[in-house]
């Protein structure tokens, strides 16, 4: 009986409220209809008023809404790069009276059912997010228009927020009368929209990484970005996510799934790439996947990124894709920011970093929209330099082919890696253990004795692998039932499951990043910067080689015209070559080997793989790790000693350089020192040592951790030395007794470890007495006098130790 009455009333309101609107409101009355840009959202710029119009239609409508930063901050270390990719959220356009709400919808919570109360249940359950709130300054006959001059001209990257997360400046703020719309990237087609504007942020107390690379400081003007994109129409069909399969991916939880299963569900992320004639066989394609690689890559790395880049091609002619998988360069006159293409950006910063591949993907099913890969460039330049200090090439000529060669190649395999994480794959960091069957490993170039010549022939790998062709079938093969259709659900499923069944019987294993990254993980066979089956055995190979590269090392390395102070940025890598693989060795010690098997997998029907590594082996390991702890392996020989010398006039050492205690001449104790931590840290990673401690108490047969430090004991403490050999070991020991005390006085040692250290420490403690007894030498006293004044049973900021400089990435 009500309801008459409510529905005149909502009229009644509705007509006041488009009453409230002009037709043609006073705000753009200088507007001509000629003006408007028509597109996905109609876009209208005053340029007398730097006033900004969105034409919105189709209300209710959702959309992917994408943010980026088209230029950067030039810090590596903030993080704030050209190209960078922010959020993707999808969203949608509301009204209600004279506002224009524009609301962030939650995907990570769904009902996918036809049951519509069902999927309102879940909408009604979890909050979404308005995003902005613009005023309807014209009314239309299907559409509204909107100012979004404030919201084109907000922080909508967050850079205030993040230099002041990273201690980078304070109270960072948006200038308006320093903010504009930038016509030059602002424009509308058929199935997105682009708004850039420069903004300034205006602030105080600029960090060192800012005053680095910003001309004035306090001013930070960058240019920021906001795409409106079309969803892809209905005809993508999602991939399920298997363990093994190798891609990142979409994850939801849905809560219109039966309650024994799984409420969490995955779709891999993958491009879109359908055959005109489906199935199996070989076919032209509807629309290819196209990389475009920046133009302003200098030659030869440009060459060299588009023959890695084009690598992928072998995985999709195989499937049968014709010319479905291409790169060419991106035209001059071409936006790389906008979502219609998939880029390869070459990016500068004022020191090395990282390499992305980034994506923007369909939250609702985890199709890849765009691609965009950002390429470091300085990364070529460690390369050569790493080249430079292990092959000496300079002494007889000034060629340095053999260097470009190994740059070159590297570059290759660095644009295949990232753009393999755009196709939708992940890290497989136990590639590196069979051969070169995979790019989305991280490879260290292999570098081999000639005589007593340090060479590198086949420095890195050539193509993509086999475990990337298998992966590449998992995300993009079609598979035909027998009616020649395409199979979907269940039978899909059990076709990929049958691919990933077909990689292990290969011996194709995969690995990713949370075993892998961590110093502490457990997995045998995944590292970062590792080659060979045996982690161990390539160590020692390691140490050869550099051994060979340490006493060739000296004029052959420099070029005529450099100053002999450069010789310290060149020696750094050469002396800590060691590093990567010394860390995957580690690995062995209280180490597992394990997969991602399912219940019912061959090999995992009954029970998982999980076996502890051979004992033996990790009594290896333990030895040749401790190696690296001796007078002789981190002494520079008295050749290599003479050439040190401090910078030439107007240079400087930067963070590629050995920070030590000598002031401006070369620390011969700090470069060994930071060496020696470095394995100490590998081998007393309390990660590790719990493990052993747990293997050991299984097994008795494995080694202990009191094992460990009766070795650490007899093969680094227990020595006699003299000379710098007596300093440096002098230097050493101090490191083993701080981080044994480090163990015993943090909080997140369990006391199971702890009593381990304080028997180990016991031990120490009478050594030292007995040696005072015959000697009463100042140093022994003053490590006596640490040991006795540890507390178990307090907890203490941790004793500082050296770090090397930077290693990753190469």
Same mark, same amino acid.
């Given at each position: 009986?009500?309801?008459?009455v409510?529905?005149?009333?909502?009229?009644?309101?509705?007509?006041?409220?488009?009453?409230?609107?002009?037709?043609?409101?006073?705000?753009?009355?200088?507007?001509?209809?000629?003006?408007?840009?028509?597109?996905?959202?109609?876009?209208?710029?005053?340029r007398?008023?730097?006033?900004?119009?969105?034409?919105?239609s189709?209300?209710?409508?959702?959309?992917?809404?994408?943010?980026?930063?088209?230029?950067?901050?030039?810090?590596?270390?903030?993080?704030?790069?050209?190209?960078?990719?922010?959020?993707?959220?999808?969203?949608?356009?509301?009204?209600?009276?004279?506002?224009?709400?524009?609301?962030?919808?939650?995907?990570?919570?769904?009902?996918?059912?036809?049951n519509?109360?069902?999927?309102?249940?879940i909408?009604?359950?979890?909050?979404?997010?308005?995003l902005?709130g613009?005023?309807i300054?014209?009314?239309?006959?299907?559409?509204?228009?909107?100012?979004?001059?404030?919201?084109?001209?907000?922080?909508?990257?967050?850079?205030?927020?993040?230099?002041q997360?990273?201690? &980078?400046?304070?109270g960072?703020?948006?200038?308006?009368?320093?903010?504009?719309?930038?016509?030059s990237?602002?424009?509308?087609?058929?199935?997105?929209?682009?708004i850039?504007?420069?903004?300034?942020?205006?602030?105080?107390?600029?960090?060192?990484?800012?005053r680095?690379?910003?001309?004035?400081?306090?001013?930070?003007?960058?240019?920021?970005?906001?795409?409106?994109?079309?969803?892809?129409d209905?005809?993508?069909?999602?991939?399920?996510?298997l363990?093994?399969?190798?891609?990142? $991916?979409?994850?939801?939880?849905?809560?219109?799934?039966?309650?024994n299963?799984?409420?969490t569900?995955?779709?891999?992320?993958?491009?879109?790439?359908?055959?005109?004639?489906?199935?199996?066989?070989?076919?032209?394609?509807?629309e290819?996947?196209?990389?475009?690689?920046?133009?302003?890559?200098?030659?030869?790395?440009?060459?060299a990124l588009?023959?890695?880049?084009?690598?992928?091609q072998?995985?999709?002619?195989?499937?049968g894709?014709?010319?479905g998988?291409?790169?060419?360069?991106?035209?001059?006159?071409?936006?790389?920011m906008?979502?219609?293409?998939?880029?390869?950006?070459?990016?500068h910063?004022?020191t090395?970093?990282?390499?992305?591949?980034?994506?923007?993907a369909?939250?609702?099913?985890?199709?890849?929209i765009?691609g965009?890969?950002?390429?470091g460039?300085?990364?070529?330049?460690?390369?050569y330099?790493?080249?430079?200090?292990?092959?000496?090439?300079?002494?007889?000529?000034?060629?340095?082919?053999?260097l470009?060669?190994?740059?070159?190649?590297?570059?290759?395999?660095?644009?295949?890696?990232?753009?393999?994480?755009?196709?939708?794959?992940?890290?497989?960091?136990a590639a590196? $253990?069979?051969?070169?069957?995979?790019?989305m490993d991280?490879?260290?170039?292999?570098?081999?004795?000639?005589?007593d010549?340090?060479?590198?022939?086949?420095?890195y790998?050539?193509g993509?692998?086999?475990?990337?062709?298998?992966?590449?079938?998992?995300?993009?093969?079609?598979?035909?039932?027998?009616?020649?259709?395409?199979?979907?659900?269940?039978?899909?499923?059990?076709?990929?499951?049958?691919?990933?069944?077909?990689?292990?019987?290969r011996?194709?294993?995969?690995?990713?990043?949370?075993?892998?990254?961590?110093?502490?993980?457990?997995h045998?066979?995944?590292?970062?910067?590792?080659n060979?089956?045996?982690?161990?055995?390539?160590l020692a190979?390691?140490? &050869?080689?550099?051994?060979?590269?340490?006493?060739r090392?000296?004029?052959?390395n420099?070029?005529?015209?450099?100053?002999?102070?450069?010789?310290?940025?060149?020696?750094v890598?050469?002396?800590?070559?060691?590093?990567?693989?010394? $860390?995957?060795?580690?690995k062995a010690?209280?180490?597992?080997?394990?997969?991602?098997?399912?219940?019912?997998?061959?090999?995992?029907?009954?029970?998982?793989?999980?076996?502890?590594?051979?004992?033996? &082996?990790?009594?290896?390991?333990?030895?040749?790790i401790?190696?690296?702890?001796?007078?002789?392996?981190?002494?520079?020989?008295?050749?290599?000693?003479?050439?040190?010398?401090?910078?030439?006039?107007?240079?400087?050492?930067?963070?590629?350089?050995i920070?030590?205690? $000598?002031?401006?001449?070369?620390?011969?104790?700090?470069?060994?020192?930071?060496?020696?931590?470095?394995?100490?840290?590998?081998?007393?990673?309390?990660?590790?040592?719990?493990?052993?401690?747990?293997?050991?108490?299984?097994?008795?047969?494995?080694?202990?951790?009191?094992?460990?430090? &009766?070795?650490?004991?007899?093969?680094?403490?227990?020595?006699?030395t003299?000379?710098?050999?007596?300093?440096?070991?002098e230097s050493?020991?101090?490191?083993?007794?701080?981080?044994?005390?480090?163990?015993?006085?943090?909080?997140?040692v369990?006391?199971?470890?702890k009593?381990?250290?304080?028997?180990?420490?016991?031990?120490?403690?009478?050594?030292?007495?007995?040696?005072?007894?015959?000697?009463?030498?100042?140093?022994?006293?003053?490590q006596?006098?640490?040991?006795?004044?540890?507390?178990?049973?307090?907890?203490?900021?941790s004793?500082?130790?050296?770090?090397?400089?930077p290693?990753?990435?190469?």
């Open positions: 009986m009500q309801r008459p409510f529905h005149f009333v909502l009229l009644a309101l509705i007509s006041l409220a488009c009453l409230s609107i002009n037709p043609l409101s006073a705000a753009t009355t200088s507007l001509k209809s000629d003006q408007l840009q028509p597109g996905f959202f109609g876009l209208l710029l005053d007398s008023s730097g006033k900004l119009y969105l034409q919105v189709n209300l209710d409508a959702e959309f992917i809404y994408q943010t980026s930063l088209p230029n950067g901050l030039g810090s590596n270390d903030v993080g704030l790069d050209r190209g960078q990719l922010s959020d993707t959220r999808l969203v949608k356009f509301e009204r209600f009276g004279n506002k224009l709400l524009l609301r962030q919808l939650p995907t990570r919570y769904r009902a996918h059912t036809n519509m109360m069902e999927v309102a249940s909408e009604e359950a979890f909050a979404s997010s308005v902005w613009f005023e300054v014209e009314q239309g006959t299907n559409s509204v228009l909107v100012d979004a001059t404030e919201f084109a001209l907000q922080d909508i990257h967050g850079v205030g927020r993040i230099l997360q990273q201690q &980078q400046g304070k960072y703020k948006v200038d308006p009368a320093r903010s504009a719309v930038d016509p990237r602002t424009a509308s087609f058929p199935d997105n929209t682009e850039q504007s420069l903004i300034t942020l205006v602030g105080s107390e600029p960090g060192q990484y800012v680095d690379t910003v001309p004035e400081p306090t001013a930070i003007s960058l240019k920021m970005r906001h795409s409106f994109v079309r969803l892809p209905d005809g993508y069909q999602p991939r399920a996510y363990p093994k399969s190798g891609y990142w $991916t979409t994850q939801f939880m849905d809560y219109a799934q039966p309650i299963e799984p409420i569900q995955r779709y891999i992320g993958r491009h879109r790439l359908q055959k005109v004639n489906p199935g199996p066989g070989k076919s032209p394609v509807r290819p996947i196209v990389y475009y690689l920046d133009p302003g890559v200098p030659e030869p790395v440009r060459s588009l023959d890695g880049a084009r690598w992928w072998a995985a999709f002619d195989e499937l894709f014709e010319n998988y291409q790169v060419k360069m991106l035209p001059a006159d071409a936006d790389p906008d979502v219609r293409y998939n880029v390869i950006q070459w990016v910063r004022a090395r970093g990282w390499s992305y591949g980034s994506s923007v369909d939250p609702r099913t985890g199709e890849i765009k965009h890969v950002t390429l460039s300085l990364r070529v330049r460690q390369d330099l790493l080249a430079q200090g292990m092959m000496a090439p300079f002494a007889e000529s000034e060629d340095d082919s053999a470009m060669a190994l740059a070159l190649a590297r570059i290759r395999q660095l644009s295949a890696h990232e753009v393999g994480h755009t196709l939708g794959l992940l890290h497989n960091f590196s $253990t069979y051969g070169r069957e995979s790019v991280y490879p260290h170039p292999v570098f081999e004795l000639d005589g010549r340090v060479v590198a022939p086949n420095a790998g050539v993509i692998g086999e475990w990337d062709k298998a992966a590449i079938a998992y995300g993009y093969q079609e598979f035909a039932a027998d009616s020649g259709a395409l199979m979907r659900g269940e039978a899909e499923v059990n076709a990929l499951e049958a691919l990933l069944v077909a990689t292990d019987n011996g194709l294993v995969y690995i990713n990043d949370q075993d892998a990254r961590s110093p502490g993980s457990p045998v066979r995944a590292s970062l910067w590792d060979g089956a045996d982690p161990v055995a390539e190979r390691m140490y &050869q080689v550099r051994r060979q590269a340490l006493l090392f000296g004029a052959a420099l070029k005529v015209g450099s100053p002999w102070s450069d010789l310290e940025e060149i020696l890598p050469v002396f800590y070559s060691h590093r990567y693989q010394l $860390t995957a060795a580690a010690i209280g180490g597992w080997d394990y997969d991602y098997a399912r219940k019912g997998d061959p090999g995992a029907i009954d029970q998982p793989k999980l076996v502890a590594v051979d004992a033996t &082996q990790q009594r290896l390991a333990m030895q040749t401790l190696e690296s702890l001796t007078p002789s392996f981190l002494t520079l020989p008295a050749s290599v000693r003479g050439l040190m010398v401090p910078k030439a006039a107007e240079y400087a050492r930067s963070r590629e350089s920070s030590g205690q $000598t002031g401006v001449s070369f620390d011969f104790v700090a470069l060994a020192s930071k060496s020696a931590q470095h394995s100490l840290a590998m081998l007393l990673h309390p990660e590790r040592l719990m493990r052993l401690q747990q293997q050991h108490a299984i097994n008795p047969s494995m080694p202990s951790v009191s094992e460990l430090g &009766q070795e650490i004991h007899r093969r680094v403490i227990n020595l006699s003299s000379g710098l050999d007596a300093t440096v070991h050493v020991v101090d490191l083993v007794y701080t981080n044994y005390l480090n163990l015993l006085h943090s909080a997140d369990p006391v199971t470890l009593s381990a250290l304080i028997s180990i420490i016991d031990n120490e403690i009478k050594y030292l007495k007995a040696k005072l007894k015959r000697n009463n030498d100042p140093v022994l006293r003053y006596l006098a640490r040991l006795e004044a540890a507390d178990p049973a307090s907890t203490r900021p004793l500082a130790v050296p770090t090397m400089p290693g990753s990435p190469i």
